[in-house]
């Protein structure tokens, strides 16, 4: 059963000012240490940092859940690429809370936007 969906969209230029302003203490504040080391392992770090950042908000929407940080949000990937949601810690426990099971996540991003959908789900027969 579909509990929620959160879309999100962030213009990349604005997360590169935020990066340019502030700088490490920024991206520290708003991304995991592993997302930070894949952006910038990546061709256009910034689009990448503002599709992870789409997705916290898309997550937050989709979830309904309140009192927790971004950076209890891990955008990562899997072996064949695609993105996916880490539920672990704080997350993890808020969204068993919720009776949200799954998380799907789907990104995307141009040279201006990067936008992220997702869709929470739970209630009996969901597996992860």
């Known amino acids: 059963m579909i509990k929620g969906v959160g879309v999100d969209i962030v213009m990349t230029r604005r997360l590169k000012s935020a990066v340019d302003r502030w700088g490490r203490r920024f991206l520290e504040r708003v991304f995991t240490g592993a997302e ?49 949601i880490k539920k672990e810690g704080r997350l993890a426990r808020a969204l068993a809370e919720s009776g949200i099971e799954i998380l799907h996540l789907s990104l995307s991003h141009e040279e201006e936007y990067a936008v992220a ?12």
């Open 117 to 128: 959908m997702v869709v929470a789900e739970g209630g009996v027969g969901a597996s992860s």
């Open 36 to 84: 930070i080391a894949a952006c910038y392992e990546r061709a256009r770090p910034y689009a990448s940092l503002a599709v992870r950042f789409a997705a916290k908000e898309a997550c937050i929407k989709a979830s309904g859940i309140s009192g927790i940080s971004f950076r209890d949000i891990e955008v990562a990937n899997r072996q064949d690429g695609s993105p996916l």
